[in-house]
């Protein structure tokens, strides 16, 4: 029994995980058909890095003024962020990228005076995918903030501080370290919804695989070389979230 | 204004409604002179936790006046943070704020709000730690502390502000018993100094030894108020009776 424990309590999954990817890594960069494949495919990773890293930034932005937004009591605010909310997460994530870069960027353009075309497709998949990543985020700040006992909003504003005062130094701090892990889980969710950004000719390793696979005919090449890729990137990130999020634990009491 | 009166704290014909039909207040007057304390004493959900709420505007009035120090309290006033500033308050949780150490604790509204330099209000932060007997634990944080230790914190924290009044929300009701005396012991010295306090507390021994009077309410009324001599051995309302006769048996 207690060995059965013990074997329990190894994570056999990520071992596979890994010696698979390590195998596939192998085979790739040792097969001259995947490696032909690979070394076109690579050239994507700086488009799927740059849009999700800068997309990421801006949703947080977004995420936490919404989810003020959210527990704000003044009415219009916090319906501006409600009706947000509601919209964007009722929306497939493709519709509203199409919808954003082909539909909403060129409207707001417009109403600034810029020609639509020019502004290029790199930029409206980062707008899309922050706008609609902003709107998941805005309720992980809400239910953060929302988990900060009442007695610590009441005990800054009974020493004097204003609202946004107790909220900047003693309830977002709190906060925000409640909600790093989901954060973290978005970044990687973001990282495998940037692939929707291939839709708009964005020459991401998705847009570079489909065009590899189309022009040569290697679809298992291409399409594992890219699964692979994302598979490395995403358990990186997924071991480091959760690296963090029991550091924080330990950190807690 | 009401310069002419001594009070520091006057509450007039105070209601406060929770909710449609849950009245926690009944019409309550009080007046609290400066440098007094008054003890409110009575059993749960009679409103005194309320009343105190009142008097700093984490509660609004559902009708009535308060006043404090000559400012009355109303939900337009823009001046409601710089009252607050002067009225320190200890709640019965403590509500330490836990990411930051106990003198993180109490620096931060001096800053924020006195807007007083880091130096300066830590120097006063640590003569605070000092009169509360806890200057040892200056750095360490909420969650390291006992119970006894964080109300001290959070009573040096409000006392750093320079408050004209305290306000006491069943401090040691939190507390287990042997760190009861310790915070005590502190809100005595506090009383002795000549500060102003309003104190919501089961401890009788407090009441007797520090009030200068003792408020008893029931139903989200004052029943009845006088000295502590009075209340405790010459109690006039019957349900007063009744309180003491419960609470002191044993």
Redesign the interface.
């Known amino acids: 029994m207690k060995i059965l424990d013990r074997l329990n309590r190894i994570p056999w999954w990520l071992f596979a995980i890994i010696f698979a990817l390590l195998a596939a890594f192998y085979f790739v960069l040792t097969t001259q058909s995947f490696r032909a494949s690979f070394d076109f495919i690579i050239r994507g990773i700086s488009i799927t890095v740059q849009t999700t890293v800068y997309a990421y930034g801006i949703a947080l932005v977004i995420g936490l003024v919404m989810g003020l937004g959210r527990v704000s009591r003044n009415p219009v605010f916090s319906n501006i962020a409600r009706f947000y909310v509601e919209v964007v997460r009722g929306i497939p994530m493709l519709v509203l990228i199409f919808y954003i870069s082909f539909v909403a960027v060129v409207d707001v353009a417009g109403l600034l005076g810029i020609e639509g075309r020019d502004i290029p497709m790199n930029l409206r998949a980062i707008i899309a995918l922050a706008v609609a990543y902003g709107a998941f985020m805005a309720e992980i700040f809400r239910a953060g903030i929302q988990s900060i006992?009442r007695?610590?909003m009441?005990?800054?504003?009974?020493?004097?501080?204003?609202y946004s005062?107790a909220m900047r130094?003693?309830i977002l701090?709190?906060a925000i370290?409640n909600v790093l892990p989901a954060l973290g889980n978005d970044f990687v969710a973001m990282l495998k919804d940037s692939s929707l950004v291939s839709v708009l000719a964005v020459r991401d390793i998705t847009q570079v695989a489909r065009l590899h696979a189309g022009s040569t005919f290697r679809f298992r090449e291409a399409y594992t070389v890219l699964a692979v890729l994302y598979l490395s990137m995403t358990l990186v990130l997924s071991a480091l979230v959760q690296w963090l999020e029991r550091r924080l634990h330990a950190g807690?009491? | 204004m009401r310069a002419a009166s001594k009070a520091i704290i006057e509450v007039k014909d105070l209601y406060k409604t929770f909710g449609k039909d849950i009245e926690a207040l009944r019409g309550v007057n009080l007046s609290v002179e400066r440098g007094k304390v008054v003890v409110i004493v009575g059993p749960s959900g009679s409103g005194k936790s309320t009343l105190l709420r009142c008097i700093n505007h984490l509660e609004v009035e559902t009708s009535g006046e308060v006043w404090v120090d000559g400012k009355q309290l109303n939900e337009k006033n823009k001046d409601i943070n710089e009252i607050r500033a002067e009225i320190g308050m200890v709640f019965q949780l403590f509500n330490l704020f836990p990411h930051l150490t106990a003198l993180g604790n109490i620096v931060l509204a001096q800053r924020v709000v006195r807007g007083r330099s880091k130096a300066e209000a830590e120097e006063i932060g640590m003569q605070q730690l000092k009169r509360v007997g806890i200057a040892e634990k200056a750095h360490s944080f909420p969650a390291q502390l006992s119970g006894g230790q964080q109300q001290r914190v959070a009573i040096a924290r409000a006392l750093a502000m320079n408050p004209k009044i305290m306000l006491f929300d069943e401090p040691t009701s939190a507390l287990d018993p042997e760190m009861i005396k310790e915070v005590l012991d502190v809100m005595l010295d506090l009383a002795k100094e000549g500060m102003t306090m309003v104190v919501v507390t089961h401890e009788m021994g407090f009441a007797r030894a520090a009030a200068d009077e003792v408020i008893f309410m029931d139903e989200g009324l004052i029943v009845e108020h006088g000295p502590p001599q009075q209340i405790f051995n010459n109690p006039k309302q019957d349900r007063t009776k009744l309180f003491l006769s419960q609470i002191l048996q044993h």
């Open positions: 006992d007695g610590q009441e005990a800054a504003r009974s020493l004097g501080m204003s005062n130094y003693v701090p709190q370290r807690r009491k």
